[in-house]
């Protein structure tokens, strides 16, 4: 069994590897003091990103409570989160006063 880590899990929806990830690896986390776990559909190197829930096109990608970007197709839990289906969103800082 594998461990990852995911910070604040009220708003994140992927987690942060703290070791390599082989596909088919048991992940298991925390999520606002439960234990929760996913079956690594994807290799994921060590600090890379991994789904921790079914992911929409174009919804925000959220790691420690900050958007990173949004999703450029549909991601299913347990999928690497990388450049290959994270396109980058910047957000609009002028607007925001």
């Not at 390599?20 to 690594?40: M, R």
């Not at 929409?56 to 900050?66: F, L, R, S």
């Amino acid at each position: 069994m594998l461990n990852a880590m995911i910070v604040e899990a009220a708003k994140d929806n992927v987690i942060v590897a703290i070791e390599p990830i082989a596909k088919g690896d048991t992940v298991t986390y925390n999520c606002a003091g439960q234990e929760k776990s996913l079956t690594a559909l994807e290799d994921v190197t060590i600090y890379h990103k991994l789904a921790a829930c079914d992911i929409a096109k174009g919804q925000p990608i959220v790691k420690y409570g900050e958007h990173i970007g949004l999703a450029a197709r549909d991601i299913k839990a347990g999928e690497h989160v990388h450049c290959h289906n994270l396109e980058e969103h910047r957000e609009n800082l002028d607007a925001k006063g």
